[in-house]
């Protein structure tokens, strides 16, 4: 089964820290995602990356930036995470097509 | 702006009976369709999908249904059971553009004993 695995299920930080989370896929996929998942508004893209060292903004990229080194990992990083960061991060990563798409279990990120 | 939208946050339905879960979209360039399931603490999990060349596409209890000209698609389930108490999201892609899924709000789905 392919694994899409995000480092840290939990985190809390404090406003104005800088704030990495890390998602790792070990399956050779080219695509690799960043949502974010708040009530209401439901699944919403962040950042998306095709290749390794690409990267496209998605639709709320606002505050964040992305890091792919190595095609197996996709990093997201607040710059200087506010309280309207506080939400539910969602990695994803697919073989280059709709069908493929495999999600992380997600990283519930507090910032205070 | 929303181009999926789940209009209905929750749904309770009784054990045995059909869960039928909606979904609109307003981009006409979308040409697949695809319903994830969200258990809380872990990630989507793919459920069933949808080309636009087809109106009907089923699987098991699941059949998605397709309307292109009102722009909506649903969700069936029959019979609903415990395990199908989850969040469903509606996803929609242009098939062989960016491969990005464009996702709705979501619907809570609860199934009563």
């Known amino acids: 089964d392919v694994k899409v695995t995000q480092s840290s299920r939990y985190l809390v930080k404090r406003t104005g820290e800088k704030v990495f989370l890390e998602c790792v896929q070990d399956?050779?996929?080219?695509?690799m995602f960043w949502y974010r998942q708040d009530p209401g508004l439901g699944l919403r893209l962040i950042y998306f990356?095709?290749?390794?060292?690409?990267?496209e903004k998605g639709d709320i990229p606002e505050g964040y930036s992305v890091s792919r080194e190595k095609k197996e990992r996709f990093s997201l990083i607040l710059e200087s995470a506010s309280t309207n960061q506080t939400s539910m991060y969602l990695c994803a990563s697919s073989p280059g097509t709709v069908h493929g798409y495999t999600f992380g279990s997600g990283t519930r990120l507090t910032v205070v | 702006d929303q181009q999926v939208k789940q209009n209905s946050p929750s749904l309770s339905v009784q054990e045995g009976r059909i869960s039928i879960l909606n979904c609109d979209y307003t981009?006409?360039?979308?040409?697949?369709f695809l319903w994830y399931k969200k258990y809380p603490a872990e990630g989507p999990t793919f459920l069933i999908s949808i080309s636009s060349i087809k109106d009907k596409n089923e699987d098991g209890r699941f059949t998605v249904f397709l309307n292109k000209s009102a722009k909506h698609l649903s969700l069936h389930i029959v019979p609903s059971q415990p395990g199908d108490s989850a969040v469903y999201f509606c996803?929609?892609?242009?098939?062989?553009?960016?491969?990005?899924?464009?996702f709705g709000q979501g619907t809570r789905l609860t199934i009563n004993p």
């Open positions: 399956m050779d996929h080219e695509n």
């Open positions: 990356s095709y290749d390794v060292k690409m990267k």
């Open positions: 996803a929609a892609s242009v098939l062989w553009g960016a491969q990005k899924l464009v």
């Open positions: 981009n006409s360039m979308f040409d697949y």
